[in-house]
């Protein structure tokens, strides 16, 4: 089984600040720094660093996405469906609080630009039984999933961040999906994890899911199995990335041909050592930091 991953790849403008700006509010930052980010670089990034083999399909700006392709590669992320256009890459405006919150704004730039001709020309290198990996931070969301489904391919989806167009997609086709609480929240209606999970169950019965609960922990759920998780306990210094680091892990480990708890493990415990570090993709441990 390979891996593909549709997936943004963005510069992260990262700003440290007393709280989160609020509105008509204007603060100044305690320090600015930029990161290499995007949902999509940062989960092919946790799946190279968790072992597995994984092509990244996205676009970059021909001018400034160097950089990310640059840390794809260091990360031995196959990379050769990265292409370049002429328009900036996708950028995010990021603040993170004292706690390690944050608060991100996406412009999404080259990641906009993925169109049929791109998502057929990338497809045509994969067949039944591969695996696709999808966020909602490139254009043609829906076509992705119809017509990986069309060929056969399982599709993992973290529907991040969550808007009509994931809403407007058919997710009867997804195998499997990533989601946190506020996720789970809209498209169940529901807002305790355990009336999630079940809503999930109703909704999607042929999928499995996992639904991430920050600090709480994390559950596994296919069917009648279910498994939860606790969380490692640590000081977060910046989540941006956490969910990214766990759904590489996950997925790395499951086609690696980890058992489902023992790849939810090693997830929980990347995601959490995540938070430690500032940054997005630089704070995704290495497999030898997790066993
Ligand atoms: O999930 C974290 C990521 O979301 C950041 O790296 C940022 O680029 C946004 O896409």
């Not at 007393?18 to 603060?27: C, R």
Request: aromatic fraction near 6%; glycine fraction near 10%.
């Amino acid at each position: 089984m390979r891996i593909v991953n549709f997936g943004s790849l963005n510069i992260d403008k990262t700003y440290s600040v007393p709280h989160i700006v609020q509105e008509g509010e204007t603060i100044s930052s305690l320090d600015y720094q930029e990161f290499v980010g995007g949902k999509g670089l940062n989960q092919s990034i946790a799946i190279a660093r968790a072992g597995g083999q994984v092509w990244h399909a996205g676009l970059i700006g021909q001018e400034d996405g160097n950089v990310l392709l640059q840390a794809l590669e260091d990360s031995g992320v196959h990379t050769e469906f990265v292409e370049n256009r002429p328009i900036a890459s996708g950028h995010t405006i990021i603040q993170v609080d004292n706690e390690g919150k944050n608060s991100i704004i996406v412009s999404g730039g080259a990641n906009r630009a993925i169109d049929e001709l791109y998502i057929d020309k990338v497809l045509s290198h994969f067949s039944a039984g591969d695996l696709l990996l999808l966020q909602n931070e490139v254009s043609c969301f829906s076509k992705i999933i119809d017509k990986a489904h069309k060929k056969g391919l399982k599709i993992y989806l973290n529907p991040s961040p969550m808007d009509d167009e994931v809403l407007s997609a058919d997710l009867n086709k997804i195998d499997c999906f990533l989601i946190n609480e506020i996720e789970g929240q809209i498209l169940t209606g529901e807002k305790d994890a355990s009336k999630i999970m079940h809503a999930m169950q109703a909704q999607y019965p042929e999928s499995s899911l996992v639904l991430t609960l920050g600090a709480e922990g994390s559950y596994y759920q296919n069917g009648d199995q279910q498994i939860f998780i606790p969380s490692l306990k640590v000081k977060a210094i910046d989540t941006t990335g956490a969910g990214d680091t766990f759904c590489g892990y996950f997925i790395a480990n499951l086609t690696r041909g980890k058992i489902v708890e023992e790849s939810m493990k090693r997830a929980s415990r990347a995601a959490s050592l995540a938070c430690t570090v500032k940054g997005a993709s630089n704070s995704i441990p290495m497999r030898e930091e997790i066993y």
